[in-house]
């Protein structure tokens, strides 16, 4: 069995969504200051590196994270190879050929090279599922879609309807992968949110197994 960590680090240099603020950790107490212990707070926005969406993020009164199953987020899981693809259209679905019964989709894209070389600024150029991939996604019965940046929409104008569409169907965006020398094919992934109650996103921890 072997377990790859598809999670970003988070320090105070990670990229943030423009206007996003960049994670603070606070040392309340450290060893080095003659403290009986180390202890450290931090101040950051749900959405900052490996996280999911809640339906509560785009769809009023939806659901917040903590009432999304955990059979969701972990289980049998597909990473696509995209690498010459400027953007995640109903087109490049099509020819993915899935595996039957394929209902958490991952996309490994030109994005997951950033991590590599470890750019810290954001970059708005990013790959992401067009309006009509959402809706392939939403008649596909994809019930979790993961992007190898910071969001699974593309930055502009239509970012929210995006959204709109795959958390209105209860299809759960997991964002901030990285899937830098990840293989194409299935794998067990393993998702799990802090257990946050009322929220409309969580970091996570996320890895495959394979």
Not at 184 to 192: A, R, T
């Amino acid at each position: 069995m072997k377990i790859i960590d598809i999670s970003l680090s988070i320090d105070k240099n990670i990229p943030v969504w423009p206007k996003s603020s960049k994670p603070n950790f606070k040392l309340v107490s450290s060893h080095k200051r003659g403290d009986l212990w180390t202890e450290t707070e931090i101040n950051m926005n749900l959405h900052t590196g490996t996280h999911i969406d809640a339906p509560l993020h785009r769809i009023k009164r939806g659901a917040s994270v903590d009432k999304i199953p955990l059979e969701i987020l972990s289980g049998p899981a597909f990473v696509a190879y995209l690498p010459k693809a400027k953007s995640i259209t109903s087109k490049e679905l099509d020819g993915l050929r899935l595996p039957k019964g394929t209902s958490r989709l991952l996309f490994r894209t030109a994005n997951s090279n950033l991590w590599e070389r470890k750019q810290k600024k954001f970059q708005n150029d990013f790959v992401a599922l067009s309006v009509d991939g959402a809706l392939w996604l939403a008649t596909h019965k994809i019930r979790l879609v993961g992007n190898d940046y910071l969001s699974v929409a593309p930055f502009g104008k239509d970012t929210a309807e995006v959204h709109r569409i795959l958390l209105q169907k209860g299809i759960i965006a997991l964002e901030g992968l990285n899937l830098s020398g990840v293989k194409p094919g299935e794998y067990q992934l393993i998702c799990l949110p802090l257990k946050l109650t009322g929220p409309e996103a969580a970091p996570v921890r996320a890895v495959l197994v394979g």
